[in-house]
Nanobody
């Protein structure tokens, strides 16, 4: 059973930064998704199993960086220049059968509990 534990959410002013962490019980291709109230879950970023490739939603490019420390089985999402529209619950997810970075929600079979990110204007 894959276990994912997220941390790092919080309240920040627009233009600020946050770093989310996701500790996994093994090495997997990983992704970050978010869900705002009344909206569907949205892909944010993904990283391959060994970290050689990444993918981002267009709105995150240039502001967010996904990375991983395989010695710690931990994936990070560094979020800079945050905007109020980034407010959402952020979920990390593991695609246990994938090797590359994938933005397809159907590839993800394990999910974290979610962490709230609130960006005030």
């Amino acid at each position: 059973q894959v276990q994912l534990v997220e941390s790092g959410g919080g309240l920040v002013q627009a233009g600020g930064s946050l770093r989310l962490s996701c500790a996994a019980s093994g090495k997997y291709a990983m992704g970050w998704f978010r869900q705002a109230p009344g909206k569907e879950r949205e892909f944010v970023a993904a990283i391959s199993r060994i970290g050689g490739s990444t993918d981002y939603v267009d709105s995150a490019k240039g502001r967010f960086t996904i990375s991983r420390d395989n010695a710690k089985n931990t994936v990070y999402l560094q979020m800079n220049s945050l905007k109020p529209e980034d407010t959402a619950v952020y979920f990390c997810a593991a695609a246990s059968k994938a090797y590359s970075a994938t933005n397809y929600v159907g590839d993800y079979d394990y999910w974290g509990q979610g962490t709230q990110v609130t960006v005030s204007s």
